[in-house]
């Protein structure tokens, strides 16, 4: 059975810091891209950091540069999302997505969310 569970979220301050982890099971993770993306209310998801299957090389939105990380452990099948110096409009659900190009066709994976609130 595949699953992302993602993990971490919760209530922080503004400038605090949360950890979000995204767990996969039931499929080969090392081959795929992982993306972290978010939705707040009222607003469409937004992709937020990925890194690549290949050589781990990673991405951000310009919103979160150089305050968030996202990093992989493919030995645990887990990715991480660092969150550091988080600001009120961090607030939103945060999706973790896993994508394997296939050939003309790409394979994706969603989890269910995790919460993330600054409250200000």
């Known amino acids: 059975q595949v699953q992302l569970v993602e993990s971490g979220g919760g209530l922080v301050q503004t400038g605090g810091s949360l950890r979000l982890s995204c767990a996969a099971s039931?499929?080969?993770?090392?081959?795929?891209?992982v993306s972290w993306y978010r939705q707040a209310p009222g607003k469409e998801r937004e992709s937020v950091a990925s890194?690549?299957?290949?050589?781990?090389?990673?991405a951000y939105a310009d919103s979160v540069k150089g305050r968030f990380t996202v990093s992989r452990d493919n030995a645990k099948n887990t990715v991480y999302l660092q969150m550091n110096s988080l600001k009120f409009e961090d607030t939103a659900v945060y999706y973790c997505?896993?994508?394997?190009?296939?050939?003309?066709?790409?394979?994706?994976?969603w989890g269910q969310g995790t919460q993330v609130t600054v409250s200000s």
């Open positions: 039931g499929f080969t993770f090392s081959d795929y891209t």
């Open positions: 997505n896993a994508e394997i190009v296939l050939g003309l066709r790409s394979r994706r994976y």
């Open positions: 890194i690549r299957c290949t050589d781990d090389s990673t």
